[in-house]
């Protein structure tokens, strides 16, 4: 576990459940893909973790930002972003959102249909805009594929709309779906991306910008490429379809930017057999789907877990939530092992929870209060 993160539960008599985040390491993650990627910029996806500290560190250091709601605007300007760092990237936006990020300046916004277009071109006149395309989600353990996006050949038609309707054609996205492990479908997307550009580029319209979305993976209990391997892919692709008259490239990472820098700190409740001798354990923590664990839905994200009994004797467990909901079981499928020593009253750390888990807590169900969060 990362040593300040260790230190802070160490002095501190902080109770459980609980989120502790060091905003160093969102620092250094920045840094690391702004490094790698130098064509454009690192636009934040405020939906991974909105905490006040993440966002004012990221201002600092000149980040942009992807918001999806008005209200995520107002986060992004409350921490300092001025309204040319935001761009609004939602294909699906309120009207009164448009007319409100409209209003303060925000000046990008994105469709994937020619009803949130018209709707862009009446609220925000003249404003930037970029069509979302459909990507293969394989290789992703969070798809989004299906709900967003359109074909190459629709965006095409929508670009050339969306110019006659006064707008600014000013690119494409998409987005490989999020904890994505295959460098390949970067490469696939851009593919797409850059023959928008070609057929575009003969009708008279010059896009100038592609965003790569976000989808970059993160070290859970299985291994995963290590960055290198996108950010050479997404070069070698630019390169290869671009050759030196590379367009404005935006990422925009959000599991990637904050996953590695919180853990969250749980007790386990409960560790009983119920009466099965042969059956695996079940250990009940003070944190479950509904506590923010959303993303273990399906297994799909195997959070790994560090004890204090780490190296002792390990058996079966299945890990679930405290609530009293039957979905409320965290991993039964993935074969989790556990000390046998764990009792309730310990304490246990999920570790690589720093995205997608503050804002996915209910709001007291069960009673249950919130989830306490730190920022070191
Ligand atoms: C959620 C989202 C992101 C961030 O995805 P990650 O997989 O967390 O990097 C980026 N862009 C858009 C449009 C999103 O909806």
Same mark, same amino acid.
């Given at each position: 576990?990362?040593?300040?993160?260790?230190?802070?539960?160490?002095?501190?008599?902080?109770?459980?459940?609980?989120?502790?985040?060091?905003?160093?390491?969102?620092?250094?993650?920045?840094?690391?893909?702004?490094?790698?990627?130098?064509?454009?910029?690192?636009?934040?996806?405020?939906?991974?973790?909105?905490?006040?500290?993440?966002?004012?560190?990221?201002? @600092?250091?000149?980040?942009?930002?992807? +918001? /999806?709601?008005?209200? %995520?605007?107002?986060?992004?300007?409350?921490? =300092?972003?001025? !309204?040319?760092?935001?761009?609004?990237?939602?294909?699906?936006?309120?009207?009164?959102?448009?007319?409100?990020?409209?209003?303060?300046?925000?000046?990008?916004?994105?469709?994937?249909?020619?009803?949130?277009?018209?709707?862009?071109?009446?609220?925000?006149?003249?404003?930037?805009?970029?069509?979302?395309?459909?990507?293969?989600?394989?290789?992703?353990?969070?798809?989004?594929?299906?709900?967003?996006?359109?074909?190459?050949?629709?965006?095409?038609?929508?670009?050339?709309?969306?110019?006659?309707?006064?707008?600014?054609?000013?690119?494409?996205?998409?987005?490989?779906?999020?904890?994505?492990?295959?460098?390949?479908?970067?490469?696939?997307?851009?593919?797409?991306? @850059?023959?928008?550009?070609?057929?575009? +580029? /003969?009708?008279?319209? %010059?896009?100038?910008?592609?965003?790569?979305? =976000?989808?970059? !993976?993160?070290?859970?209990?299985?291994?995963?490429?290590?960055?290198?391997?996108?950010?050479?892919?997404?070069?070698?692709?630019?390169?290869?379809?671009?050759?030196?008259?590379?367009?404005?490239?935006?990422?925009?990472?959000?599991?990637?930017?904050?996953?590695?820098?919180?853990?969250?700190?749980?007790?386990?409740?409960?560790?009983?057999?119920?009466?099965?001798?042969?059956?695996?354990?079940?250990?009940?923590?003070?944190?479950?789907?509904?506590?923010?664990?959303?993303?273990?839905?399906?297994?799909?994200?195997?959070?790994?877990?560090?004890?204090?009994?780490?190296?002792?004797?390990?058996?079966?467990?299945?890990?679930?939530?405290?609530?009293?909901?039957?979905?409320?079981?965290?991993?039964?499928?993935?074969?989790?092992?556990?000390?046998?020593?764990?009792?309730?009253?310990?304490?246990?750390?999920?570790?690589?929870?720093?995205?997608?888990?503050?804002?996915?807590?209910?709001?007291?169900?069960?009673?249950?209060?919130?989830?306490?969060?730190?920022?070191?």
């Amino acid at each position: 576990m990362n040593s300040k993160i260790s230190q802070f539960i160490a002095n501190n008599q902080i109770s459980t459940p609980c989120l502790i985040l060091d905003v160093d390491q969102v620092e250094r993650n920045y840094n690391q893909l702004h490094q790698a990627i130098p064509y454009g910029g690192i636009y934040y996806a405020v939906k991974a973790n909105p905490a006040l500290p993440i966002l004012k560190r990221l201002v @600092a250091l000149n980040s942009f930002f992807d +918001a /999806a709601s008005w209200e %995520e605007i107002q986060l992004c300007l409350d921490a =300092g972003a001025k !309204p040319s760092q935001i761009s609004f990237g939602n294909t699906v936006k309120k009207i009164s959102s448009i007319q409100s990020a409209y209003k303060i300046g925000v000046e990008m916004y994105v469709f994937d249909s020619i009803e949130e277009m018209q709707k862009i071109a009446k609220h925000a006149p003249g404003s930037k805009v970029y069509c979302r395309l459909i990507v293969d989600n394989l290789g992703a353990d969070w798809p989004l594929s299906g709900k967003f996006g359109t074909t190459v050949d629709h965006a095409v038609e929508l670009l050339i709309q969306a110019k006659n309707l006064g707008l600014d054609p000013y690119g494409v996205s998409f987005h490989v779906g999020s904890q994505q492990t295959d460098p390949k479908a970067y490469t696939a997307a851009i593919e797409k991306a @850059a023959s928008c550009f070609t057929t575009l +580029a /003969a009708q008279g319209i %010059e896009l100038r910008m592609i965003n790569l979305g =976000g989808g970059f !993976p993160i070290r859970y209990r299985e291994d995963v490429p290590e960055i290198e391997e996108f950010t050479t892919a997404i070069q070698q692709s630019l390169l290869h379809h671009f050759g030196n008259n590379i367009p404005r490239i935006i990422l925009e990472p959000g599991r990637f930017m904050v996953g590695n820098a919180g853990i969250v700190s749980t007790e386990v409740v409960l560790s009983s057999k119920r009466g099965k001798t042969n059956g695996p354990r079940w250990v009940y923590l003070d944190i479950g789907r509904f506590g923010g664990l959303a993303e273990t839905e399906g297994e799909a994200i195997r959070y790994q877990i560090e004890t204090s009994y780490d190296g002792s004797t390990t058996g079966p467990v299945v890990l679930a939530g405290p609530s009293c909901d039957g979905v409320d079981v965290i991993y039964q499928k993935s074969n989790y092992q556990l000390p046998l020593e764990l009792t309730a009253g310990d304490r246990i750390s999920l570790l690589s929870t720093g995205a997608y888990v503050s804002t996915y807590c209910s709001t007291r169900f069960n009673g249950f209060a919130p989830l306490e969060e730190y920022y070191i």
